[in-house]
Structures are given as C-alpha cells and as structure tokens.
C-alpha cells in the first residue's frame, strides 16, 4: 500500500482539494483506494457521502484513531488537520511514503509554513529517505506578485516542487456533487489535467520505483 499524507499547519491551504481529487484520481484507473480523515470537521468523508454510487469508488476512513495497520488498498492518500504537530504529525509522517505540502500565494502561508518545513526536515523517517516530501502552489494565478512570490519561496523550500494548480471553478462545482477533476469530461478540464501532470509523474513512477524494489519504503 503507497501512502500519500496531504500536510500544512495552515488551515485553507487546500489540503482537502488536493486530498479528494488525488483519491478520485486512483479511483478512475482502478485503483482500490481509501481517502483518510483526520480532521474533526470531516471535510473529506463529507465530500465522500456527496459522492453518487455511479463513480468509481472511493473508501473512506476516519484517520483520527490508529486504523493503519488494517488497511488493504493500493493507495491511502490521508487528509490531515489544521495544526497538526508534535507526536501526532511524526506518527503520520512514518507512516506516510509521500507527504505534500500544498500552498496558496499568500504571506499568511508563507509564514505558517516556513517553520513547519523545517519540522519535516527533522523528522526521522524523512532525514533517512524513508519519507519523501515535496511541494505544490494551490490557487495560483500565475500573473500575480504573489504568485511570483510563492515560486521563490518553494524553490528555497529544499523540496521538489510539482507546478502549481489554478484557481479553477471546476474543483468547488466538484466538490459539491462528491466529484473530482478526473471524474469530469477530460475536453472540459484539459488546462487542469495538464497542471496535474507533474505531481501525478511524480506519485506514479516513484510507486512503480518502490514496487520494483519489494513495496513500499520501509518504515
């Protein structure tokens, strides 16, 4: 099982958008997939129930308790909360094969996230290669000075940046039927898929990468 941690201290960063259109992802190529939830307000698992019956299926579970270990699916891609630190975000960042941090071009985020990317460098199982990070802006309109500013702040981040995903209608009209990017008409999203390519690139070769090897990384 690969797991993906969606992570930022930041509370609207777009950790959910990210998380509910990664799981509709997998979803739509047949992947068996549980959308985790750590939050309390239960945004994801809320974006679940919404979900019709007609789409591919998504599990979901509510991440607040220790259910890892009882997990069968190809990819758990988890939601985690505002605020989260200390033991509870070192306990999911071991369990986690991937963690992205999304963020939007604002210097609130910026400053939330600066002190919370020095954490990640000092966790163990990320400092051992065990975990790997990286990076994505979250409604970037790229002909902003925030946006300009964002891109020099990732690119000092020390960790891979995967592109930046737009400010689109698509992803709350979305969200309000239980749906993702992927489960629309690729002709009415061709400019979004495209924004999702590189992170997408990212998850599925180092996936493959990590099958060849035996599984996932060890922990």
Known sequence: MSTVLIANPKGGSGKTTLATNLAGYFATRGRHVVLS???????????LERRPYKLPLIHGLDGRGDHTGSLSADWNIVDSPAGLRGDKLSTAV????WVIVPM???????????????????EKSIRKGHTFVAM????VDS???AASALQDFLAESGFPVLGNLRNAQVYALA???????FDVRPSQVSRDLQQWSPLLHWLVNA????????GSHAK
Do not use: C, N, Y
């Not at 210097?107 to 000092?122: H, I, Y």
């Not at 994505?136 to 409604?139: L, T």
């Open 37 to 47: 939830d750590m939050d309390r307000q239960r945004s994801a698992l809320q974006w």
């Open 94 to 97: 071991k369990h986690a094969d």
């Open 104 to 122: 939007q071009p604002s210097a609130f985020d910026m400053g939330a996230t600066r002190d919370f990317l020095q954490v990640l460098r000092e």
């Open 136 to 139: 994505i802006g979250m409604r």
């Open 143 to 145: 002909r902003t000075r």
């Open 175 to 181: 969200a309000e039927q239980g749906a993702s990017l």
């Open 207 to 214: 996936s493959k990468r990590a099958a060849k090897q035996g």
